[in-house]
């Protein structure tokens, strides 16, 4: 990272807390599109977002500036910064009274940055990128074409990130104009961002996707090579669409905001005491993570009843629909991908006994993951409702299973009761269950044929770092 530029100075202010950020490499076709879905998002709105960018130099500028018009209208001020260059003062769109422009030094660092801030009562968000330099690129050199740009930094919701990071840029503007700084500072004090509702960060990441996906129908480079390693970069980027979107979720908790992360722990835990193959492992991990978006639970399944014993049926996942769910695709189905993930969420609230919603479905019809997650999730509740009783200690486990236990045969499967009871016995002995936050921006996941309920083939699709 260059010395002295934001992105600098938000990692190192971070790296020795708690929390420190990780960061990806992103190619620049995926930062086009996540920022013209979060600029656009603000066209929807009029709640008078502070936006600061960064555009490296004013050519760049100039190729956003007729939009920048449009969402100037919607925004209570827009600062540019830019390495000045022909015309990047003199487009009618810089003449806007809510418009200012800070020409960066050439050796500024911050020119070598693309920065997209948007702090508004009701949304946060932030683009924030620094360019690899040419010895980053190693042997391959630099990119021929300018879509394989790569770019090092992150993107995220996070209210506090987004401030802290608005922050940096105020104090670096400071340099070139006091007095717009001392503007900035006020109206950004004027402005306190709340994590959005559900149904906001559903909007903003239902227009993510749309955005990445409409980057990868749009990818003109000769290369395969190329074109798929650009492809995963924005499948890369849907993914951690909807895990910042399960993040702003349980941050939103106030009562249980480890809730995801900890049944994510539990279940793959279950899952390797159920000797559950690595990939099965992986996609319940991943719906675990997501367990709690509530516009899921409306998604359309396309699970069917079967007379199988042995639980979850790859085959079942290209059958028609059969059950009288919701009509339409919901957020997470938007990605073809996920669709198995999203059956997994979707009949997480069937019953044992045939009683549950939404299909009505019963005993081994329910996927198994469904009923993993069904249950550990009952028990992660229970648990976090009796960390607060008298007893607490160790006792909490046994509390929370024997309520689970009451459910045995009605609500719950009563083979993963047992194997449940097999885990608590192991956490009173002293078993430890790695709580890992999860790294959005971080390869995590291997995303293969049994995932994508349209899929025939044994192709695994890796997802890189980004």
């Not at 004090?189 to 749009?218: C, F, H, M, W």
């Not at 899952?271 to 978006?293: C, E, F, M, Y």
């Not at 993930?341 to 069937?350: D, G, K, L, R, Y």
């Not at 081994?364 to 976090?384: H, T």
């Amino acid at each position: 990272m260059l010395q002295g530029s934001i992105l600098q100075q938000l990692e190192t202010s971070h790296r020795h807390s708690s929390r420190p950020i990780h960061f990806g490499v992103y190619y620049k076709n995926t930062l086009v599109a996540l920022c013209h879905a979060l600029e656009d998002h603000i066209l929807t709105k009029d709640n008078g977002p502070l936006v600061i960018t960064a555009f490296q130099q004013g050519k760049w500028y100039l190729q956003e500036a007729s939009r920048y018009a449009d969402i100037a209208q919607h925004s209570r001020e827009i600062v540019i910064m830019a390495a000045a260059d022909a015309g990047f003062a003199e487009h009618p769109t810089s003449q806007l009274a809510n418009i200012d422009l800070v020409g960066l030094a050439t050796d500024d660092p911050v020119a070598q940055e693309w920065h997209l801030i948007i702090l508004a009562p009701d949304y946060t968000a932030m683009v924030i990128c620094q360019e690899l330099s040419e010895a980053d690129y190693g042997s391959g050199g630099l990119p021929t074409s300018d879509l394989e740009r790569k770019f090092y930094g992150l993107w995220t919701f996070e209210p506090e990130l987004v401030q802290e990071t608005a922050e940096l840029a105020i104090a670096h503007i400071q340099g070139y104009d006091p007095e717009l700084a001392l503007q900035l500072s006020q109206q950004k004090q004027a402005i306190q961002p709340a994590i959005s509702s559900p149904e906001d960060v559903a909007t903003v990441v239902a227009r993510v996707v749309d955005y990445l996906k409409t980057g990868q129908n749009n990818l003109s480079i000769p290369a395969a090579a190329h074109h798929k390693s650009l492809d995963r970069n924005l499948v890369s980027n849907e993914i951690q669409a909807f895990l910042r979107m399960a993040q702003l979720i349980d941050l939103a908790d106030i009562n249980n905001p480890m809730a995801a992360t900890e049944v994510a722990s539990i279940a793959e835990t279950m899952g390797q005491l159920l000797d559950l193959p690595a990939w099965q492992i992986k996609r319940l991990r991943l719906a675990a993570l997501l367990h709690r978006i509530d516009p899921l639970q409306k998604a359309e399944s396309l699970i069917i009843p079967t007379n199988s014993t042995t639980g979850y049926q790859e085959e079942a996942l290209s059958c028609p629909l059969a059950c009288p769910l919701v009509p339409g695709a919901q957020v997470l189905r938007t990605m073809p991908r996920l669709r198995a993930v999203a059956q997994i969420i979707t009949h997480q609230s069937e019953w044992w006994n045939g009683t549950g919603q939404p299909a009505g479905l019963a005993g081994d019809d329910i996927p198994l993951e469904s009923r993993i997650l069904s249950l550990v999730a009952e028990f992660q509740l229970l648990i976090n409702q009796h960390k607060y009783s008298s007893k607490g200690g160790i006792e909490i486990f046994s509390q929370a299973l024997d309520q689970c236990r009451k459910q045995q045969s009605t609500r719950f499967d009563p083979k993963l009761v047992d194997t449940l009871t097999l885990l608590v016995m192991g956490l009173q002995q002293g078993l430890d269950l790695p709580l890992m936050t999860t790294k959005v921006s971080s390869g995590l996941w291997l995303l293969d044929s049994r995932w994508d309920s349209h899929s025939k083939s044994n192709e695994k699709i890796e997802i890189y770092p980004t």
